[in-house]
């Protein structure tokens, strides 16, 4: 079903991802509707409808769900009875059953290794007992992760040695955690697709991503993958697309290393390792998830240079944001945080090559 211009889209959340699926979605006419508890929030500054209240709000999500034509999400962590609630009005995309299996990462990566898909050992950890018994497993080094709420590399220890074991479980709260094993990997590379509500599906050209400090930093295209690796990426996306029955833009973050592949992790949305594609790309990520959940064309993910490269502004780097603007092959992008914190993202910049 096509979506006509001038109808309303939600959106779940209102930082810098919501910002750039709403200037996708104006080129196409349509109008944003937000719902987010942050006031003076990235999204709220371009939208004009901003519905500021908790998650817990029942009669807000309601009002929220009846203003909109369909509804869609920018971040994975939106409390399930929120979803309930809006789902009684109003159709969201993609499917929030994708939901379901990316807030916790234990259900992540058992959906993951369900699709026959390559992952890192796993183990459900409860318990002090249980994390030991699993490092005596899996050996060491490993990772310990929280099952929620983990993002930027926070909810995680990297445990080198038996011994700090407790320090690992209490650091991480003594909450339910998967243990994974250490994948030595070479790179990190995103595959980023999008799924139209026929089935079509777009990819978008693998990126190599840099993180520092668990906070990816750059992405590059094109990535050092060959051919059959770049095949094998688009098979591991497609196979979850489909299981999921997903509409819309979908991340995999995938390791590549001397054994394969590995997935790390999935995000049912826009990632930041796509922002490249705004000016990267035909249609970017953005534009590609408005048209899939509108039912329009999906678009081309042709690239409009040679090389292209994302870099992220972290806190007080965007101070300079303005002197990289100079260089007309230099894209810059300021999401319009108040307060600098050190590690936020502030904004990004892309540079196009060739
Ligand atoms: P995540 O939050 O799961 O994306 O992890 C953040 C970063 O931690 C990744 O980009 C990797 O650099 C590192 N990491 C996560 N899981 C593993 C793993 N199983 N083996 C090695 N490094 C990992």
Redesign the pocket.
């Known amino acids: 079903m096509t979506l006509d211009t001038n109808k309303t889209i939600g959106i779940i959340g209102g930082g810098q991802l919501a910002r750039m699926l709403s200037f996708a979605a104006f080129q196409f006419g349509y109008r944003i509707a937000i719902f987010e508890p942050e006031k003076n929030c990235p999204a709220s500054q371009v939208t004009d409808q901003h519905f500021c209240a908790s998650y817990k709000d029942e009669k807000a999500l309601e009002e929220f769900a009846k203003s909109c034509d369909i509804v869609t999400f920018e971040f994975e962590n939106i409390p399930v009875d929120a979803v309930k609630t809006i789902e009684k009005h109003v159709k969201i995309y993609p499917n929030p059953d994708a939901l379901g299996h990316t807030q916790d990462r234990l259900s992540e990566k058992e959906f993951v290794r369900s699709l026959g898909l390559p992952c890192?050992p796993f183990y459900e950890i409860n318990s002090l007992d249980d994390l030991e018994a699993a490092i005596k497993t899996n050996g060491l080094p490993a990772?310990l992760?929280t099952r929620r709420f983990?993002?930027d590399?926070k909810g995680?220890f990297v445990i080198k040695n038996a011994d700090e074991a407790a320090q690992a479980w209490n650091e991480l709260g003594q909450n339910p955690c998967v243990l994974?094993?250490?994948?030595d990997?070479s790179f990190?590379t995103s595959m980023i697709l999008t799924r139209g509500q026929d089935g079509e599906i777009l990819y978008f050209p693998n990126s190599q991503n840099i993180?520092k400090d668990?906070i990816l930093r750059k992405s590059m295209v094109p990535s050092p993958l060959n051919f059959d690796q770049i095949e094998e990426c688009k098979h591991i996306g497609r196979t979850i697309a489909e299981a999921l029955k997903y509409v819309g833009t979908l991340t995999v973050?995938i390791?590549v290393g001397k054994h394969g592949l590995v997935v790390?992790?999935i995000a049912p949305r826009v990632h930041n390792s796509g922002h490249w594609t705004i000016e990267g790309c035909k249609t970017s990520q953005f534009e590609a998830h408005i048209r899939a959940i509108c039912g329009l064309p999906l678009g081309s993910s042709s690239l409009m240079a040679r090389g292209v490269e994302m870099e992220n502004l972290l806190g007080d780097e965007i101070l300079h944001a303005f002197k990289l603007a100079a260089d007309g092959n230099v894209f810059v992008h300021i999401y319009g945080k108040k307060d600098i914190k050190p590690g936020r993202k502030m904004g990004h910049f892309t540079r196009l090559f060739g």
């Open positions: 890192a990772i992760k983990g993002y590399g995680q994974e094993g250490f994948v990997f990190e993180h668990g973050e390791f790390n992790e």
